[in-house]
């Protein structure tokens, strides 16, 4: 992450709101190629802000960004705050954002059980640690899943495992790519509904990358449509 | 690297201080030159190193093209795995015991079909015309081919392109041959030069197969080497570099040779035709093929027998009797050099698995430094040994570093390193990084995922890695007795300084437990992730 000019954003430090995630003129290039024109979005408690656009646009750059993950070949400029911090040179360990991605990315050599316990706070021992886990099994529907084998859930359950391992992490703020698209059409629109709605719930802002309009229809909030500045498209 | 260049170089043109050698000079290339019979030597090396790598070339591609939508595939691969981790020395030594005029395949021929009660005489192994060198490296290079073309056959999904062929008439050999060999050649490309590079100046096996009258280059140098005239060390640098740019010729032999054989499959794709010339001669090589495999395995076995053998007259079929007095006297005396080669195995798969994994994660995210660890580690694997070798112990004598372990363990991690990045670089670069991601996110640190993470993601790979790593390192020969200075003795050095003994017991012996350490590594590298991850399958499938 090189490149930061610290004075970019428009406004002052004191108009940062105390709340929700924040970002302000996010601008990216590779090999000196501007993706897209600068942008700046904020999603407050419990509201999802949908990113659209073409394939190769940059969305999955902004959210590499946004996860504080840039590949090195990438020059970004903007900065990002989450309840008022900026946290745009933490590492990823210590943003508390959580991510969902299109494969659920689920830990493949542990059990659903020690998936959800990966991220879920030291502070939780023992019984308390159990329960925990078994609550947020309830509350996705997959009760007494915890010795499953992820590679032997369906997609529908993947996904649901993933965010509540997100959950269970604690974040601030949650960052979805396209987390719908490789589910079937029928599920899709049930398993979008359960995480819109958990998110609403946990009061969390939230950043959403799709390419499906019915996604960002179904999340509610704010869109955005990121237009390429010339050049060709390119994949990621 | 460096080290092992100016090694080279600089004896070559004349500088090597401690034995007088001050000024440049060209005369160390007039004394290699003037060398009787050695353009024969070198004519013989590349005659050799082609032929092997070409007949292994063509059995690999022909017996995939035929035998890969049977059943018989799977027997096949199994035998073809057996032989890869045979070391080289096993090799030679089974295929001296199965030709030699009183091995297994005259008794089992005699005297019913030849007449003979006594071995016949003719001269095999060590034939004048390398016809048993260009068998054993043949036969060791097949099988290594063999397995990387199986294991490229996943990305390159030939079903629907074959069931495409089919379905306007193509035979399933003629399809293969058309359709998916050129693809698997081009894939191929790099190990087929490997391959190459190894055959052109192999020194173990052609210690056994080869003719002591007329020895190709590599084992002339390795005279020169052993000569107690020091001043032989001046022809034998310049020797190292001709070796180096007769490798390099070899390459663009096989290069033009190439470029006329895709042109020819490709004339013979657009031309239409259902059957072909190419068809007979791809049955003849499958036919060929499944002979060697089995030959080799029969050969590796029967080896083994004799380890057993209490008495085997010839031309009895099998030995009068079995007795297991080996464990009393041969193995006690080959103990003391299985214990050192498998201790050097396992140090040198232990370090070479941590460094990849290091370097790896180092480079990871540095493109340049990436790609040029990545061509570092190819430089190895097309020099020949005993050019690099020489290079190096000129700077391990003058540091009176050789003969010690570590110098040994420092020589074999040369070529474990290689082979074992070879296995996980891939893998590693295609790990799916949303998982690094993910874990980084939930709170673990940038080691914390690697650790957590990426290494049980990488399990199979990994271990696979350290399974080559010391499969490898027990086959080295030339490394062991360059960087030991003879002082240290293993396996595959004790093997070659017996292997004219004539002693079948003790060589029977000797290629059992060389056949034993290497299977346990890989079999063991290969087992340990599936049971680790039995209940895991997201990850059982994805063994590299």
């Known amino acids: 992450m090189t490149g930061h000019d610290p004075d970019i954003c428009e406004i002052g430090a004191n108009e940062i709101p105390r709340t929700g995630l924040h970002a302000c003129s996010l601008e990216f290039r590779i090999d000196g190629r501007i993706l897209f024109p600068a942008v700046e979005f904020h999603a407050g408690p419990g509201e999802i802000v949908s990113l659209m656009g073409p394939s190769g646009v940059g969305k999955s750059t902004l959210l590499a960004f946004l996860s504080g993950v840039l590949s090195p070949g990438v020059t970004a400029s903007g900065r990002v705050f989450l309840d008022g911090e900026d946290i745009t040179q933490r590492p990823p360990e210590n943003r508390r954002i959580g991510l969902l991605l299109q494969d659920a990315a689920l830990f493949p050599h542990l059990s659903v059980e020690q998936n959800l316990g990966f991220g879920l706070s030291r502070r939780f021992r023992g019984e308390a640690r159990r329960k925990a886990i078994a609550d ?101 | 690297m460096a080290i092992a260049a100016a090694g080279v170089l600089a004896p070559a043109f004349g500088f090597l201080p401690t034995l007088g050698g001050t000024e440049l000079s060209l005369d160390p290339f007039v004394r290699f030159f003037t060398a009787p019979g050695i353009f024969r030597a070198m004519g013989q090396s590349l005659y050799v190193g082609l032929s092997a790598t070409f007949l292994a070339v063509i059995l690999t591609h022909s017996t995939l093209a035929a035998f890969y939508t ?84 996943g990305p390159i999904n030939p079903r629907p392109a074959l069931h495409a062929a089919a379905s306007m008439g193509y035979g399933p050999l003629r399809a293969f041959t058309l359709v998916v060999t050129p693809q698997l050649a081009t894939r191929l490309r790099f190990p087929v030069y490997v391959a190459l590079a190894y055959a052109i100046s192999s020194v173990d096996q052609a210690l056994v197969l080869g003719s002591s009258p007329a020895p190709i280059l590599s084992v002339r140098l390795l005279q020169w080497f052993n000569d107690s005239d020091l001043g032989a060390r001046f022809p034998l640098a310049a020797g190292a570099l001709v070796l180096v740019a007769l490798t390099a010729l070899g390459f663009a032999i096989w290069w033009l040779g190439e470029k006329g054989f895709a042109a020819f499959i490709h004339y013979g794709a657009a031309s239409g035709r259902r059957t072909g010339p190419v068809d007979g001669a791809m049955r003849t090589g499958a036919g060929l093929g499944v002979l060697t495999l089995t030959l080799t395995t029969t050969g590796l076995f029967g080896l083994g027998l004799n380890a057993f053998a209490s008495h085997w007259r010839f031309p009895d079929d099998w030995p009068g009797g079995f007795s297991l007095d080996i464990f009393g006297g041969a193995l006690s005396a080959i103990a003391p050099a299985a214990g050192t080669s498998a201790g050097l195995a396992l140090a040198s798969a232990v370090v070479s ?15 340049r430094l990436a790609v040029t660890l990545h061509a570092l580690m190819f430089v190895p694997l097309v020099i020949p040994d005993i050019s690099l070798m020489f290079g190096l112990s000129g700077f391990w004598a003058a540091l009176r570093l050789d003969g010690h372990w570590l110098t040994v363990l420092w020589a074999h991690l040369l070529f474990t390193i290689p082979y074992c990045w070879l296995i996980v670089a891939g893998p590693f670069r295609n790990f799916n990084e949303g998982l690094v991601i993910s874990a980084r996110l939930l709170g673990a640190g940038r080691w914390g995922a690697f650790f957590r993470v990426k290494i049980p993601g990488l399990a199979a790979p990994i271990l696979a890695g350290f399974g080559i790593a010391a499969l490898v390192s027990a086959s080295l020969y030339l490394p062991t007795l360059l960087a030991g200075g003879g002082r240290i003795t293993t396996l595959a050095t004790e093997s070659i300084a017996l292997s004219q003994s004539g002693d079948r017991r003790l060589l029977g012996a000797l290629a059992l437990a060389m056949m034993v350490l290497p299977l346990i590594a890989v079999e063991g590298s290969a087992l340990a992730p599936k049971w680790l991850l039995r209940n895991r399958s997201g990850l059982n499938g994805a063994t590299a």
Do not use: C
């Open chain 1, 136 to 236: 947020a099994l309830e509350k996705a529907g997959l009760p007494g899943f915890e010795k499953r084998d992820p590679g032997t859930l369906s997609g529908g359950e993947r996904a649901r495992v993933a965010l509540f391992r997100a959950l269970l992490a604690e974040p601030r703020a949650i960052l979805l790519d396209e987390p719908f698209s490789r589910l079937d059409t029928d599920l899709r629109a049930q398993i979008r509904r359960f995480v819109f709605d958990a998110i609403a719930g946990s009061g969390l802002p939230a950043i959403l990358v799709t390419h499906d309009a019915a996604d960002a229809e179904a999340a509610g909030g704010p869109v955005i449509t990121l237009q390429g500045v010339n050049g060709p498209e390119r994949p990621g």
């Open chain 2, 353 to 367: 698995t941590l460094w990849v994994l290091a370097a790896l994660e180092a480079s990871h995210n540095h493109r």
């Open chain 2, 70 to 153: 049977s059943r018989w595939f799977a027997p096949l691969a199994w035998q073809s795995r057996l032989i890869l981790v045979a070391p080289h020395v096993a090799i030679a030594l089974s295929i001296a015991f199965l030709f030699t005029p009183s091995g297994l395949m005259m008794r089992w021929l005699s005297p019913w079909a030849t007449g003979w009660t006594s071995p016949p005489d003719y001269l095999f192994p060590q034939d004048p015309w390398g016809l048993a060198l260009i068998a054993g490296l043949a036969v060791k290079e097949f099988p290594f081919l063999l397995g990387l073309a199986i294991a490229q056959l």
